[in-house]
């Protein structure tokens, strides 16, 4: 059965895979499993057929047979539990993987996300040109943490899994503010990673419907 995802119709990122169906999308390309996209407006997410799928009225969702999943995090972990090339046999590297990707959501995201949203949120206000400093600190504690523990290794722990999968996701939101740039050894697993080829394929995917929409 072909899983079902749901995606922005017109996403704010205009096509450059920062959405978070686009994680989604990798892991499925990853496992080498067709599935389909629901594109949904705005207006839509908040309408009840939505939120019987995502309580929050977000994207992505995940639809396979009776199985309904929100959350791009615990998509991709279902997708990697049930299918080969994301997570590795061994029992004790399978659970370091799976503690990478709760990683990049819980200790490496949340810095990012804040400082990628206070300039829409406050760069009007009086305190912003002394906030943004302090934003850039938080980001810089996790990145030298991390990158100090990558070191010179191609993944996190062994083989590519959905760990770096999810961590480069993460990593990917700091384009554009100059500071992944500081971290070569990061910047490099984040090119490493894109430079796969199922993220290629995903990343043409969700892009054909900015382009298809844009036409």
């Known amino acids: 059965m072909r899983p079902i995802i749901t995606a922005f119709a017109q996403s704010p990122d205009k096509g450059q895979g920062l959405a978070r169906d686009m994680r989604v999308r990798w892991a499925l390309e990853e496992a080498d499993q067709p599935y389909d996209v629901g594109l949904v407006s705005f207006d839509e997410m908040k309408r009840p057929e939505h939120l019987a799928l995502h309580p929050f009225g977000q994207i992505p969702t995940y639809e396979e047979g009776n199985l309904v999943l929100f959350e791009s995090g615990a998509i991709v972990l279902h997708i990697a539990m049930r299918r080969p090339g994301l997570l590795p046999d061994d029992p004790d590297a399978r659970a370091r993987a799976i503690g990478w990707l709760f990683a990049a959501l819980n200790t490496v995201e949340p810095p990012v996300v804040e400082r990628e949203q206070v300039k829409y949120t406050e760069a009007d206000r009086s305190w912003y040109a002394a906030r943004l400093p302090l934003l850039d600190d938080r980001v810089r504690i996790r990145l030298n943490q ?25 990593l990917r939101r700091l384009e ?15 090119a490493r990673g894109l430079a796969r080829p199922a993220y290629q394929r995903a990343f043409e995917a969700q892009l054909a419907v900015f382009e298809e929409l844009s036409s």
């Not at 991390?146 to 961590?167: I, N, P, V």
């Not at 100059?178 to 697993?189: G, K, V």
């Open 176 to 190: 554009g503010t100059n500071i992944l740039e500081d971290y070569p050894t990061l910047s490099d697993y984040v």
């Open 146 to 170: 991390l990158a100090g523990r990558l070191a010179d290794a191609e993944w996190l722990d062994g083989g590519f899994s959905a760990g770096d999968l999810m961590m480069i996701m993460v």
